[in-house]
């Protein structure tokens, strides 16, 4: 679905991701985990087209294309969807009416016919259901004065509601209480079809425990030094990333 080569890329004058490799497959859950400040937030950042990353060298292939032509907007009407680390609170922009907007932006770049005021309305305060979250939320201001929960949950509604292909979810799961990650969880789980590519960064086995990656590649100094199957996170957290046996 998406194959990342050899992706080197900066922030400022420092040099983060120093040759990054990393296929992801239709239908699969992948999941980065890798010491702070590795370069993970970095990598979502050059994937989806985030101007405070310069991509030097490398490639990222989706759809026949290599995305790191594309703006950012266009990434994303192609189907790749980016929950950041630390979602930005936006006052003044209501939250209902910037999704439907996003929405409909999908909706004609792909020549459907765009959900109205009303169908939409239906459709978020179902999905904000599902997620617990408080319908009043809804009409507030783009996370505006949302809590850590509140926020991570709003993504997950984005998420749902947009019906992305690729969706990248960058540590989702930090801070949530017992119930927000469940629902969250559960989001996640009801977004898997087959075909959907998903790549997930946690610190926490807990999460994995719910929505069963199917890869766990470990990203350390700037580049993927690890791949292996879920059991790879009991190694990891019995020897931690320093001791861990690296691939390359
Ligand atoms: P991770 O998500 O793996 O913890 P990041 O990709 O966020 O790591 O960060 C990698 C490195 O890039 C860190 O050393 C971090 O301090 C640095 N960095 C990230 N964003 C910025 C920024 N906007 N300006 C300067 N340095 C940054
Ligand atoms: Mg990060």
New binding site residues.
């Given amino acids: 679905m998406i194959k990342i080569n050899n992706i080197h890329a900066k922030?400022?004058d420092?040099s983060?991701l120093k040759g990054v490799d990393l296929a992801l497959e239709a239908g699969k859950v992948h999941v980065i985990m890798?010491?702070?400040?590795?370069?993970?937030?970095?990598?979502t950042k050059a994937i989806v087209g985030h101007y405070?990353v310069e991509v030097t060298d490398g490639q990222i292939m989706y759809k026949g294309k290599d995305i790191l032509q594309l703006p950012p907007e266009e990434r994303a009407l192609e189907g790749i969807f980016l929950s950041f680390?630390n979602p930005v609170e936006v006052p003044g922009v209501n939250n209902a009416y910037f999704l439907r907007m996003a929405l409909n932006a999908k909706e004609k770049y792909h020549e459907q016919k765009e959900t109205n005021a009303a169908e939409f309305l239906k459709l978020m305060r179902k999905n904000a259901e599902q997620l617990g979250m408080n319908t009043e939320m809804i009409g507030r201001g783009l996370n505006d004065g949302f809590s850590g929960g509140e926020k991570k949950r709003n993504e997950i509604l984005q998420m749902e509601i947009l019906q992305p292909d690729v969706i990248i979810l960058?540590e989702i799961d930090s801070g949530l209480d017992i119930d927000a990650l469940k629902a969250v969880s559960e989001g996640i789980n009801r977004m898997k079809d087959g075909k959907r590519t998903f790549l997930i960064?946690t610190h926490y086995r807990r999460i994995l425990d719910y929505i069963h990656p199917d890869y766990i590649h470990v990203?350390q100094d700037g580049k993927i030094v690890k791949t292996g199957g879920p059991e790879l996170v009991e190694v990891l957290e019995s020897q931690g990333y320093q001791t861990v046996q690296k691939d390359t």
């Fill in positions: 922030i400022g420092n983060i890798g010491p702070n400040g590795a370069g993970k937030s970095t990598l405070d680390q960058d960064i990203l």
